[in-house]
């Protein structure tokens, strides 16, 4: 076993110099889902023992220097060549993630199985589909008749609703919070509604944090960690993230940020797609096309440029006289040293609050049932472990299938289910002030190298008078299932962070609010759901 690898990586680099016998004897005694060499293929009889004694399909890859290819046609052996693929990651880091896939792939397709669902084919590679060939409404399955369950209102679920409805699905929408539209209090609304109004898109968001937050987890906001809550106060499944958050090896955190940043570039020709077919719901909504990416320090931007070459999401980048002249907003930070380095990226930003009431409203037009207040407190199953409905304050809700998309509070509703525990709380922190002459005209995404608020993103929006502010959204602190308390020393630690970013680049403005009260009136705060290795949960039982 190699340090770092994982324990569910077997690493035996001797085999490479041992006879072929050894290798057929340790795959039957490992009997592994992959296999990955760096020399010759090993022989058919090789292959087609260790297929016969797993008993399912296997994956051989072959990471391989120079130009020679190796042909191999063996049953039940799915074959892989790494060399040189279009990556940021060595080839044997790219093997690895073929490796991952391909076995997440066969345990997802099992599991659909047992359900009675047919899966599509998983990609193959991390590399970002064109417009063409994104997935299209069309192409979904026919779910007319069907009657879905939605539990949970956020962003999420609001646009899977939509493409059930293009389905042919009747829709219904359980949500625990009040009606966003009536402006209640944001504190008893979840993370969409909740947070301020403003969203990007880019290609790099999502990113798994496991390796800046290796050592960040075991300390307080207070001692430059992301620890919301005292050690302590933590349960059972709250220290199991944890120790899972911090098992995640090096090579899989690289893998799962490509695989991140796949996901996201392929999502954009759908939001392309959305603007052309629907372009009502972004209307009024603040929407502004592109995102201006800066670095403090010229190590870190040099290789974001990098990564952003390669996602295909840089459109240009700066020197600093041309920032200046084209963002006299930056004005200020760039004259002082602040950007070491700037791009304009692919994306776009839009004010979330008139965005998701513009959704609901559609939503609502095209026949979808939307409950507020009426949170969803159990899954019911028969005798023999089947989905029968889920339980409310209001009485039992069934339907034909049910998606459960219930943020960072959902713990207790997932219980005797997979996902249970896996989905925890952390904290992120909203500032406003104003955008005063010259103002910003595209929203940034600011990386600062260390800092406590190491990523922040500061969004164009309006307030409540109409006037022209900037949104600054930056965290992090690891809440899990505890309670939010805007009074604690760690979290107030993080606002005066904020701040501090907010000084150092729009002064004039942090000052102006500072002066007349607006910046302490602007902090809000929301709980976003994480798991442990920044990918998605996706699980299945049968109804």
Known sequence: MQAGLGDLVVYKPELASQPETALQRELAEQLPDATLVNGSCPGPNTLAAWRNEAKQAVQLIRCHRGDVTERLDVSGVDYHQVQGAPSNLPDDLQALGLAERRVMQIKTERRLAACGIASSSAPSSSSAPSASSAPSASSAPSLAGSRIVLV?????????????????????ILEASPDPRSRPP???????????????????????YTRQGRKALRRAIRQGGWLATARETLDRDERRWLERFHAVPSWRAEVFD??????CASSYPLWQRLRETTPQLFEGVGYTSGVLQLYAEDAAGEAGEARHARLGSLIRSFDQ??????????????????IARAMELRGFSLQIHEFVSHLLAHLETRGAQVHWNRPATA???????????LDTPAGPVRGDHYVLSPGATGNRLLEGTRSAGKIQGVLGLWLSFPNLEPRLEQPIKLHREGHVGEDANITLGTDKAGRAVLILGSGYGYLGSQPL??????????FEALEETARRYFPRATTQAANDGSLAQGRKACVRPFTCTGLGIFDVSAT
């Open 321 to 338: 006289d041309t920032l200046r002249q084209a963002h006299p907003a930056l004005e200020s930070p760039a004259r002082h040293g602040r």
């Open 485 to 494: 308390d805007l009074e604690s020393p760690d979290v107030e630690c993080l």
């Open 379 to 389: 899954i019911t199953r028969s005798g023999d472990g089947l989905v029968t409905g």
């Open 258 to 263: 490509e695989d991140i940043h796949a996901f």
């Open 152 to 172: 949970g209102a956020g962003i999420v679920n609001l646009m899977t609703a939509n493409r059930l409805i293009d389905a042919g699905a009747e829709v219904e």
């Open 186 to 208: 944001w504190q008893l609304l979840g993370t969409t509604h909740g947070g301020d109004n403003a969203r990007i898109f880019s290609f790099a968001e999502g990113n798994n």
